[in-house]
Structure formats: C-alpha cells, structure tokens
C-alpha cells in the first residue's frame, strides 16, 4: 500500500474540471513532483491532499485512511507556501515553537525539537531573529524547519523556491535534496520549472489541463516522453509528425512533410497509414559540413537559419529545403572557437533510429 | 541634477509654501490658545466672573496655584474624572467588542461591495450629532416601545419599573453609539491588510479556529486596536452633550464641569485648570497607544 494513493479526484470550478480523474500514487520517503504549466490544477491538486480544498469525486488515502473528513488542522501533512507564510510577529523559535504548541508538546521538550530542526535547515543563531530580518533564503528554511519540526507524515511544497533568484534556488535545491534524504519524510513538490523537477525528484507526474499525461522517473519523463504535450514541455524538442508509412522489425517510419522519411526504433504496434510522431532532442542531432561517409539511419540537408549563443551550448535552427526546421544543440567545450557554424552554412544532419523517441498520434 | 544654490533656495521656499499654511493654522488656532489656557489656569477668577486683572496697582503680578490646589484636594472633581475615565473605558471596550466582528465581516466581504459597507458605517456622519443625541431621547424615552418592553418584562417578575432615560446606560449607549465608526474604520483599515496565507498557514500547522484569531489575527491587528481605542477614549473622555442631554444628576463628566466652570460659573481659572488636566490625561493616553501600536507594528502590520 501506497502512503498517499489519490483516487479518480476531480475538482470543477463551475464548468473547468481544475483537476480531471487524477489518479496517483506516493510512496513513503519519495520526492514527487507534480509538474506542469500554471492552470494545470497542480497546486489545485496539492491543496486537496493539504484539506484546503475538498474533491468533487474520488478520494485521497493518506496510509490507508481517507482524509474527506479531516479539516487541514487534523491532517498529518504540513505544507510549505510560495510566500513562506511566515507570522511576522513571530521570532524564527516563535514561528518553528507554533505547530508544537498547537500539538500540546511539552515546553522543556519544545526547545530541543525547535534546535534540531534549525540545524536541520542550518539556521543555528537566527533563533531570535524576526521573519523582516532575513533574507528570501533564511524565510524559506524557516517555513522548512517549521513545516518539519513536528515530523509530519508527508511535506506538501508549493512552489517553494519560486521567489528566489537563479544562484539561490540552484543552491537550496541541492539543500532540499539532503534535507529530504535526512528526514526521510516524503515530499509532494509543486513546480512549473521543469529542470527544478528533472533535479530534485524520484518520480514526476506531468500534468496538463487538470489530467496526468505521465507519471515517470526524470530519466524516463525526459528520454521517453509518452505524450507530445510531455516531450515538449519537458526541455527543448523537435516533433515530427506525420503519417506512418511502414512498421517492421520494431522500427516505425513516418512521412515528414518538409523533411522526408524519419526512421524511429519502437515496439508500437501501429499500423501504416496512421499519425504518429518523433520526438528528437536537439542535443541528439549531429550537424556537419561533409555528407557523412556512411550511410546513417537518419539523413537530411539543411542551412542554419539562426542560431542562439548560449555560452556553454550553441543552438541551432537548421532550415530543410522543404522547409521543415530542425533544432540541433551543440556543446561549445568541443571546439576553440565559440560557435561552429554561422547563419546561411548548408550542413548536413543526421541522428541514429534509435535517438528519437517514437509517440502514438 | 546637482542641487546648486539656486535650486536649495527654490526648495527651501516651496517647503515653506506646503508646511506654512497648516502651521499658522497649529499656532493661531491650537498654540496660542492653549498658552493663553494655561497662563489663565494660574491667575485668580474675576470678582464678578472671568479673570482678575493680571497685576495690581503696584505691578506685582497675580499668578498662583490656588485653582489646581483645589482640583486635586476637594475631591469631588478627582471623582467626577475617574468617572469620565471610567466611562470611557466602557464606551472604548463595547466599541471594541462590537467594531471587531463588524470590520472583520466587512474585510472579509467580496471586494465590490466593501466600499458600500464603510459608507454605511460612516452614513451617521451625514446628520448632524446633536440630532442624533436627541433622536435616542425618544428611543430610550419611556413611552417608545423599548422601555415598554424592558418594564413589562421587569413588571412580570415583579420588580418595580425603571428609566432608560437620564441613566448611565443612556450615556454610555450613546457614547458607543457615536463613536462605533472611529473604531470601525482604523480596525477595518488593518484586517483588510492581513495576508490569507498566514491563516492558511496556521491551519495547517495544527491550529483550530480560535487559536488562528488569537495567536495570528488578533496580535496582528493591535496596531489597529490601539489607532481605535485612541481615537474613541479621547473624544469620549472629554465630551459633554450626551450626560447633558441624555444623562442623569450622577452622570457628570469632566467635559460638564468645564463648561460650567466657563458658561455658568465663570470661574476660567479653574476651568481652565480642568481642561489642561484633561488634555494632559488624553496626550499621555495617545502616547502610550502610539507606543504600544509601534511595538505591535514591528512585524510589518501597520494601523
């Protein structure tokens, strides 16, 4: 059995199913991800496991139990805000010494629980600190320490590092993946940055418009994307679709208008005739200035239309005399120079059948 | 730009400009008039009201204690403010206990229809004070329905009938009454601010309704509570229409006294004595709200 199983939920917003049949599944100890696009009823869908919003349909077992008739206060799961959501009035031990005091803890054993779990969050001596004098950081970590003082049975993050600037979320992503690794409490993250996502979990549910297209580990979501919503959300992508043209020996081809036959290793059973698409990460594309000297899976000619400097990669958009575009990525480390190629070179392309990833439809 | 000569001169002036007609105003209509209160609470009454002259014959100068001598040791002045205190401590905690509810309905109502509801608390304002006193002569008067209802109900147990008229309840109703609205709207003004997460928060941190309001909602608001408790004890403290018009002989309030030491009595010494008590009394009082709304104030919530 699951430590948190959510069962067929929904949740309407008058005529907008916010959140659509979702079904999921949390293990304990687990670092799960809901991602996706702001709308995709993710936080809709946290605020139901947190008590703040209660299901239309289905049901959310937390070990077992259906939490339907417990407010928020009586639910064994502590939630951290995107605003931190700390009491202003409050010092950081006032804050941290709040959810042990609603649970009747003991004041002689209140000090060392809130001591402990500072130094969980490696805030030692902010203790008689007020919220209005800490940085962005130091308040996250508080809502942290304070969320996990009273050692809940899951965390609940709502976007927690959305506020933060690039270095410092980098930074406290890395804090969260040990915290979470040393309490051991599983964790339901809320996120619309993907890369956050790829980072931090163990397992990843993309959503879109209220339903759950793929529950997968990071890996999987990104190398085996089951949707064309999941292949293009989830970092860059080229998808090429078109009409299936033959099926055999696991390998698919599809009819690309613009590009020509593209060639995908899968073991889909589809048959001739239907729609079907290959998703191809651009840093699988391996572009060149010689037609290659064998005869690869994939092969196709194109000029750069532009290109993007990015510092440590260069990314390119090849333009097929078809008029198809292909992304292609390139790591600048290779080369002396900082770009490979410029606007109007012809190059070639070509990427292995097994380097796509091959979508139904 | 680089503040040159010219321009320093230019900005001095239009500070002068904005700052100088309500200082003028500060100093003819509240400076100077209470300079000249003061300088009258040590001069000796007039023979036949008003002031003695300043000096005699000799020109040795008329000055003494005698009027504060008298306010501090007859005592039946030091118990008339007590009372007036008194009274209003009262008139500050029912206002309180009833503006709470009242501002937070109004904070928590949808948007579009909170600018209606503070007109309502303010549409008082729009007649004018002495008729609204007088207006509760004939709620309170003993022929309305509602002192009926209080003696029949009285009469069934078999106690004897009563006045809700010329009575400390009269006062303190009225006084609750009229200014309900000042402690309304500072409360109104902080509860509208308070941030939804942090009651969310709070819930699911383990706390039930009651300790949400009365370790987050309630500490968060004092800022707003000290703002609305100044502006009704204050004006309470020192008024006199309502004991006149709705109060009994054992209702007299330090503002009573006042007047009838300047429009009866013509003893301006003393009143003027009584009314620096009063005004020293209510700036201690703002004061010490002012402080204690600036402590609460540390956590970022303003009045």
């Given at each position: 059995?699951?430590?948190?199983?959510?069962?067929?939920?929904?949740?309407?917003?008058?005529?907008?199913?916010?959140?659509?049949?979702?079904?999921?599944?949390?293990?304990?100890?687990?670092?799960?991800?809901?991602?996706?696009?702001?709308?995709?009823?993710?936080?809709?869908?946290?605020?139901?496991?947190?008590?703040?919003?209660?299901?239309?349909e289905g049901r959310i077992l937390l070990n077992g139990e259906d939490l339907a008739?417990?407010?928020?206060?009586?639910?064994?799961?502590?939630?951290?805000?995107?605003s931190y959501a700390l009491f202003p009035h409050m010092t950081v031990e006032g804050?941290?010494?709040?959810?042990?005091?609603?649970?009747?803890?003991?004041?002689?054993?209140?000090?060392?629980?809130?001591?402990?779990?500072?130094?969980?969050?490696?805030?030692?001596?902010?203790?008689?600190?007020?919220?209005?004098?800490?940085?962005?950081?130091?308040?996250?970590?508080?809502?942290?320490?304070?969320?996990?003082?009273?050692?809940?049975?899951?965390?609940?993050?709502?976007?927690?590092?959305?506020?933060?600037?690039?270095?410092?979320?980098?930074?406290?992503?890395?804090?969260?993946?040990?915290?979470?690794?040393?309490?051991?409490?599983?964790?339901?993250?809320?996120?619309?940055?993907?890369?956050?996502?790829?980072?931090?979990?163990?397992?990843?549910?993309?959503?879109?418009?209220?339903?759950?297209?793929?529950?997968?580990?990071?890996?999987?979501?990104?190398?085996?994307?089951?949707?064309?919503?999941?292949?293009?959300?989830?970092?860059?992508?080229?998808?090429?679709?078109?009409?299936?043209?033959?099926?055999?020996?696991?390998?698919?081809?599809?009819?690309?208008?613009?590009?020509?036959?593209?060639?995908?290793?899968?073991?889909?059973?589809?048959?001739?005739?239907?729609?079907?698409?290959?998703?191809?990460?651009?840093?699988?594309?391996?572009?060149?200035?010689?037609?290659?000297?064998?005869?690869?899976?994939?092969?196709?000619?194109?000029?750069?239309?532009?290109?993007?400097?990015?510092?440590?990669?260069?990314?390119?958009?090849?333009?097929?005399?078809?008029?198809?575009?292909?992304?292609?990525?390139?790591?600048?480390?290779?080369?002396?120079?900082?770009?490979?190629?410029?606007?109007?070179?012809?190059?070639?392309?070509?990427?292995?059948?097994?380097?796509?990833?091959?979508?139904?439809? | 730009?680089?503040?040159?000569?010219?321009?320093?001169?230019?900005?001095?002036?239009?500070?002068?400009?904005?700052?100088?007609?309500?200082?003028?105003?500060?100093?003819?209509?509240?400076?100077?008039?209470?300079?000249?209160?003061?300088?009258?609470?040590?001069?000796?009454?007039?023979?036949?009201?008003?002031?003695?002259?300043?000096?005699?014959?000799?020109?040795?100068?008329?000055?003494?204690?005698?009027?504060?001598?008298?306010?501090?040791?007859?005592?039946?002045?030091?118990?008339?403010?007590?009372?007036?205190?008194?009274?209003?401590?009262?008139?500050?905690?029912?206002?309180?206990?009833?503006?709470?509810?009242?501002?937070?309905?109004?904070?928590?109502?949808?948007?579009?229809?909170?600018?209606?509801?503070?007109?309502?608390?303010?549409?008082?304002?729009?007649?004018?004070?002495?008729?609204?006193?007088?207006?509760?002569?004939?709620?309170?008067?003993?022929?309305?329905?509602?002192?009926?209802?209080?003696?029949?109900?009285?009469?069934?147990?078999?106690?004897?009938?009563?006045?809700?008229?010329?009575?400390?309840?009269?006062?303190?109703?009225?006084?609750?009454?009229?200014?309900?609205?000042?402690?309304?709207?500072?409360?109104?003004?902080?509860?509208?601010?308070?941030?939804?997460?942090?009651?969310?928060?709070?819930?699911?941190?383990?706390?039930?309704?009651?300790?949400?309001?009365?370790?987050?909602?309630?500490?968060?608001?004092?800022?707003?509570?000290?703002?609305?408790?100044?502006?009704?004890?204050?004006?309470?403290?020192?008024?006199?229409?309502?004991?006149?018009?709705?109060?009994?002989?054992?209702?007299?309030?330090?503002?009573?006294?006042?007047?009838?030491?300047?429009?009866?009595?013509?003893?301006?010494?003393?009143?003027?004595?009584?009314?620096?008590?009063?005004?020293?009394?209510?700036?201690?009082?703002?004061?010490?709200?002012?402080?204690?709304?600036?402590?609460?104030?540390?956590?970022?919530?303003?009045?």
């Amino acid at each position: 059995m699951a430590l948190l199983e959510i069962q067929g939920v929904t949740r309407r917003f008058g005529d907008f199913a916010a959140v659509d049949d979702v079904s999921l599944a949390v293990e304990s100890g687990e670092f799960f991800t809901l991602l996706g696009p702001s709308g995709c009823g993710k936080t809709t869908l946290l605020r139901m496991i947190a008590g703040f919003d209660l299901p239309d349909e289905g049901r959310i077992l937390l070990n077992g139990e259906d939490l339907a008739d417990r407010p928020p206060e009586l639910r064994p799961v502590r939630t951290v805000f995107q605003s931190y959501a700390l009491f202003p009035h409050m010092t950081v031990e006032g804050n941290v010494a709040f959810p042990l005091q609603m649970a009747h803890v003991a004041a002689n054993e209140r000090a060392s629980r809130i001591a402990a779990a500072l130094e969980d969050v490696r805030l030692t001596g902010f203790g008689k600190r007020y919220p209005h004098e800490l940085s962005g950081g130091q308040k996250q970590r508080v809502a942290l320490a304070r969320a996990l003082v009273t050692h809940p049975t899951m965390l609940l993050l709502d976007e927690p590092l959305a506020a933060l600037d690039a270095k410092l979320r980098e930074e406290l992503q890395i804090e969260l993946i040990n915290l979470q690794k040393e309490v051991g409490i599983a964790f339901v993250y809320v996120t619309h940055d993907q890369t956050e996502a790829l980072a931090l979990s163990h397992r990843i549910a993309v959503m879109n418009r209220g339903r759950v297209e793929q529950v997968d580990e990071p890996s999987k979501i990104y190398g085996f994307p089951r949707t064309k919503f999941v292949a293009d959300f989830i970092g860059q992508c080229n998808l090429f679709s078109g009409s299936v043209s033959s099926n055999a020996r696991n390998v698919v081809t599809i009819d690309v208008q613009g590009l020509g036959p593209v060639r995908v290793t899968s073991s889909s059973s589809i048959a001739p005739g239907a729609e079907g698409t290959v998703a191809l990460r651009p840093e699988k594309v391996r572009i060149m200035r010689e037609a290659p000297t064998d005869s690869p899976d994939n092969h196709y000619r194109g000029s750069v239309a532009d290109l993007l400097y990015m510092g440590d990669v260069t990314v390119y958009r090849v333009a097929t005399p078809g008029g198809a575009r292909v992304e292609a990525l390139l790591a600048n480390s290779q080369s002396g120079r900082a770009k490979f190629f410029e606007v109007g070179d012809a190059v070639e392309m070509t990427w292995p059948v097994d380097a796509g990833h091959f979508i139904e439809g | 730009m680089k503040p040159t000569a010219k321009t320093g001169r230019a900005a001095r002036a239009g500070r002068w400009l904005v700052m100088g007609p309500p200082l003028l105003y500060l100093v003819v209509f509240f400076a100077l008039p209470a300079l000249i209160m003061v300088v009258a609470s040590f001069r000796s009454p007039g023979e036949f009201g008003g002031l003695a002259p300043l000096s005699d014959e000799t020109g040795k100068l008329d000055l003494n204690v005698e009027s504060y001598a008298r306010f501090f040791t007859e005592s039946v002045y030091l118990q008339v403010f007590v009372k007036s205190a008194w009274y209003a401590t009262l008139t500050t905690l029912f206002c309180l206990l009833l503006a709470y509810p009242l501002a937070t309905l109004i904070a928590q109502s949808p948007k579009k229809y909170r600018d209606l509801l503070l007109l309502l608390v303010i549409l008082p304002f729009w007649s004018n004070f002495l008729i609204r006193v007088y207006a509760w002569m004939i709620i309170l008067g003993p022929n309305a329905a509602l002192a009926r209802m209080v003696n029949a109900a009285l009469g069934s147990v078999g106690l004897a009938p009563v006045s809700l008229l010329f009575s400390a309840f009269a006062v303190l109703t009225c006084l609750v009454y009229v200014h309900l609205p000042f402690m309304v709207l500072p409360l109104y003004a902080n509860l509208e601010k308070h941030d939804r997460a942090l009651l969310d928060a709070a819930q699911d941190l383990g706390a039930n309704a009651w300790n949400r309001f009365w370790r987050i909602t309630f500490p968060l608001s004092l800022p707003g509570v000290f703002a609305g408790a100044a502006l009704v004890f204050i004006p309470a403290l020192g008024i006199f229409a309502i004991p006149d018009i709705l109060g009994g002989p054992d209702d007299t309030m330090i503002g009573n006294l006042i007047k009838t030491q300047f429009l009866e009595t013509r003893d301006w010494p003393f009143g003027s004595v009584l009314s620096i008590v009063l005004t020293v009394a209510a700036l201690v009082l703002a004061g010490l709200a002012a402080w204690v709304a600036r402590r609460g104030a540390r956590g970022g919530v303003g009045a």
